[in-house]
């Protein structure tokens, strides 16, 4: 089936550590965005690629990492650096022209 | 800087009621409005527009884009329960490729 699959579904993260969450897609997408949502709020935009090998920051990048060296994967990492790093996180995907994003299931992060 | 505001942030009504929720814009060279509707985890798709005018609608919703006032509208009539959820408004800019998110809009449907 064509979809976009995040992993893991929740993850937790001890201080001091680095975290990747994973996002696939086989909608042969070129644009993958990561956004960050709070409780109660909207989507907060964290980094976008519209091409393999580009990427750019998004509204709260800091402290946050990717990299597009696939079509297909554009994993996220928070890193220590990021100091209140709990929330959801949601990969999304968006064919050419603009059009609809497509959306994966999501990661729950939390700090132990 | 682009921005996008939806108002009001929530909305309790009771069933049977018909709803307006709001989105307003500022992105330099707009490409596309879209809504979704987030009840749980993954926003589900609603609308996607592009041309002032022109009525979308899908049963009971329906959205509608205004490019000189430089908002949107969506309608929800005759209410059920089930429309309970956050619904989200997003802008894609055709210069820098982003898509932006307004803050999302609450909406609570009283039996």
């Known amino acids: 089936d064509g979809g976009i699959t995040q992993s893991p579904k929740y993850l937790f993260r001890k201080e001091g550590q680095n975290v990747t969450l994973s996002c696939e897609q086989n909608l042969n997408h070129d644009a993958m965005y990561w956004y960050r949502q709070d409780p109660g709020q909207g989507l907060r935009l964290i980094y976008y690629?519209?091409?393999?090998?580009?990427?750019q920051k998004g509204d709260i990048a800091e402290g946050y990492s990717v990299s597009r060296e696939k079509k297909e994967s554009f994993p996220l990492t928070v890193t220590s650096a990021q100091k209140n790093p709990t929330a959801f996180y949601l990969c999304?995907?968006?064919?050419?022209?603009?059009?609809?994003?497509?959306f994966g299931s999501g990661t729950q992060l939390s700090v132990l | 800087e682009d921005k996008v505001v939806q108002s009001p942030l929530s909305l309790v009504v009771h069933e049977g009621d018909t709803v307006t929720l709001n989105c307003s814009y500022e992105v330099t060279n707009f490409r596309s409005l879209l809504w979704y509707k987030q009840e749980k985890k993954a926003p589900t798709f609603l609308f996607m527009l592009t041309s002032s005018g022109i009525e979308k609608k899908s049963g009971r919703l329906s959205s509608i884009l205004d490019k000189k006032e430089l908002f949107s509208i969506l309608n929800i009539t005759a209410t059920q329960t089930g429309d309970s959820a956050v619904y989200l408004c997003?802008?894609?800019?055709?210069?820098?490729?982003?898509?932006?998110f307004g803050q999302g809009t609450t909406l609570q449907v009283k039996p």
């Open positions: 997003a802008v894609t800019s055709s210069n820098t490729g982003k898509l932006i």
């Open positions: 999304a995907s968006q064919g050419q022209g603009g059009g609809k994003l497509f």
């Open positions: 690629s519209q091409i393999v090998n580009d990427f």
